[in-house]
């Protein structure tokens, strides 16, 4: 069994940066073709020039909200049309505009943490489904959280969110097998922009809660994805895996 991608496509939503552009970088490096989305059409831009100068790979930009379905459609119809396939699907997009006490909660901002996290990364599903997967097979990765395990008491909404998304990867998995395997991945605190309100001013206090003693990197989370994506995993379908420093394994989400 291999771990080489050459001659397979990928579609990693909010990659712009961060986790996802560390997974659209190890999945290029290791011979895919990849298409990066995200919000901002210029980060994005400078994020798929940085791709094709690391990894001499090809790489596709399709600027858009995950959100939006016109968006997800023409990310997924470029895709094939540009690669010729679609082999592998990581729904990385994630949002979080609430914080602390739920029974003060924005209940519009809840949904549209839901409406993001959990029906936009269906919807791609969906979408790459028709589009290839149904009659090729392929491989899908959701990204959820720790917060999604076991609460945290700070990012309620974000951590129920991710739990459904695990649920929803549980029954995809029931559903698309034996073409299509999906698995899910929980990171603990990686340090990337999107999660510095969790580790910026407090590493060397907050790393202690880990068997690991430190924070994570989107390279931690980018080669646990790339082999629930390989061949190497083909038995491997309806997990949620934690990359996590040993974070649970302590009794406490931080």
Known sequence: MSDDFSGKTALVTGASRGIGLGIARELASRGAAVTITGR?????AEAAEQLRADTGGRVLAVAGNAGDEAAREEAVSRTV????????LVNNTGINPQFGFLMEADLNAVRKIFDVNVVAALGFVQLAWKAWMSEHGGAVVNISSIGGIRSTGVIGAYGASKAALIRLTEELAWQLGPKVRVNAVAPAVVKTKFA???WSGREEEGTQLYPMKRF???QDVASLVAFLCSDQASWITGETVRVDGGMLATGTAG
């Open 40 to 44: 901002k059409a210029d980060q994005l």
């Open 81 to 88: 049309a540009e690669f010729g396939s679609l082999d592998v």
């Open 196 to 198: 510095e309100a969790l």
């Open 216 to 218: 994570g990197t989107p």
